[in-house]
């Protein structure tokens, strides 16, 4: 079966950095994507990698190794805006969007 | 109209009613999905389409029906609401179904009684 695993909760200090972590098992590859969704809201792009290495945007930057089926998320200089869930998602062979359960990501200030 | 709109916002339904619940997108984008999300999983694609006329079953099909009759409308219809199909429902857009980002309307929640 296909399988996308991230942590359930993080919790993190404003200013601070935080690694969100993604691992993938899936029925091909054709991309990674990481989606930010605030509570009660849909989820918006963050941030796509189909080649290995960092992609680096702003305060966010995503990395990926398709050899071991691994990505993570960094988000540098936390705000309390950026408390939300985040998720991960592999486009599979079929090009249909594999998503995990997300990482809900708490600031303190 | 701008980017991708569903109604209604929210919805609560009889067991054993038929409901249809719209999608519009004003971006020209040829694919279209309905997710729907439910607390501790993730989301789980329904039905999609890759470009007008055709659709095909995602992951979580049964008791959901949708049409593409042209390029900027996606409605999914439940023809007949069961308690487990409580759940917010997203559609989304992407410009084409091989790697583009998908772009998400704003949710439908429905509860089913």
């Known amino acids: 079966g296909q399988n996308i695993d991230q942590p359930t909760e993080m919790t993190a200090t404003e200013g601070a950095i935080v690694q969100i972590n993604c691992t993938y098992q899936?029925?091909?590859?054709?991309?990674l994507f990481w989606y930010q969704q605030h509570a009660g809201e849909a989820p918006t792009f963050l941030s796509y990698n189909v080649l290995d290495g960092l992609e680096e945007k702003g305060r966010f930057s995503s990395f990926l190794s398709r050899s071991k089926g691994y990505s993570y998320l960094l988000l540098k200089e936390l705000q309390m805006k950026d408390s939300a869930s985040y998720l991960c998602?592999?486009?599979?062979?079929?090009?249909?969007?594999?998503w995990g359960a997300g990482t809900k990501l708490i600031i303190k200030p | 109209i701008a980017g991708i709109t569903q109604a209604p916002t929210s919805q609560i339904l009889a067991a054993g009613r038929r409901m249809t619940l719209r999608c519009t997108q004003d971006m020209r984008h040829n694919a279209m999905y309905w997710y729907r999300q439910d607390l501790g999983l993730g989301l789980r694609l329904i039905h999609y389409s890759n470009t007008a006329g055709t659709t095909g079953k995602g992951e979580v099909p049964d008791g959901y029906s949708v049409s593409r009759a042209n390029t900027d409308d996606f409605p999914l219809t439940l023809a007949s609401a069961v308690p487990s199909q409580t759940s917010v429902y997203f559609c989304a857009s992407s410009a084409s179904y091989s790697g583009n980002e998908q772009f998400f309307g704003p949710g439908t929640r429905l509860t089913v009684l």
């Open positions: 899936t029925s091909g590859f054709n991309g």
């Open positions: 998602a592999v486009l599979d062979s079929n090009y249909q969007l594999i």
